[in-house]
């Protein structure tokens, strides 16, 4: 689903109830960025959203991942051969480099096809003159990030927080108390637009701030 937030925003929503894939966000411009590419099996899913706005993989100036699950980056090899930069945290790759053996051996991946160009750290990034604030937020794993675009009051979360929902901490590097202190974090930014890895957007000021007391209310106790 190609869901038009504005003129430069879009979002590729799964709908799917029966095969798990994340969302796919857009930001639209002279090179454009890509927001976590999902599976490589689901990957004629941004395909096709792409070419509605007559815009391919090749166009794309950046992927940024917001961490390094397969559901969101398996699909970065489409963008490797092309003038594509992958952008990551670097504690994110280095736990992925840390299980290179197991992902070779029983996933059949070559983390060459995943090799990042650029390491995202804490702070303002710039692309091509958008200015974007990176925050790292452990909790999922220990080098997501979520992407606040301050201009647009636009929030990337990765697989941080949900519509009503969190992220699990159960897999390799997740933690509990990472993520509820990550999630405290980004609930005082000045935010409109709510974008998850899975899930609804959230439109609205105060919809964003509803979802977040209601994250801390009802799941905080169990993580």
């Not at 959230?202 to 799941?219: A, Q, S, Y």
Request: one cysteine or more.
């Amino acid at each position: 689903m190609n869901m038009k937030l504005f003129d430069s925003l879009h979002a590729f929503i799964w709908r799917s109830n029966t095969a798990n894939n994340c969302n796919t966000y857009l930001i639209d411009g002279p090179a454009p960025v890509l927001i976590d590419p999902g599976h490589a099996e689901h990957f004629d899913h941004v395909r096709k959203g792409l070419n509605e706005l007559n815009r391919s993989p090749s166009d794309m100036g950046m992927v940024i991942l917001t961490h390094a699950h397969p559901d969101h980056i398996e699909a970065v090899p489409f963008f490797k051969a092309k003038s594509t930069l992958v952008a990551i945290h670097e504690a994110e790759w280095l736990l992925v480099k840390s299980m290179e053996p197991y992902l070779k051996s029983v996933l059949g991946l070559d983390l060459d096809a995943f090799s990042p160009d650029i390491f995202l750290k804490e702070g303002n990034f710039s692309i091509h003159n958008m200015m974007f604030e990176v925050f790292h937020t452990p909790g999922h794993s220990p080098g997501s990030i979520s992407l606040y675009w301050p201009e647009k009051k636009v929030l990337f979360t990765g697989d941080l927080v949900f519509k009503d929902g969190l992220g699990r901490t159960d897999l390799p590097g997740g933690s509990g108390s990472q993520l509820k202190e990550s999630i405290k974090r980004l609930s005082g930014l000045d935010t409109e637009f709510l974008l998850s890895g899975h899930g609804d957007v959230i439109l609205g000021k105060d919809r964003v701030k509803d979802n977040f007391e209601r994250v801390e209310r009802n799941w905080f106790r169990y993580i």
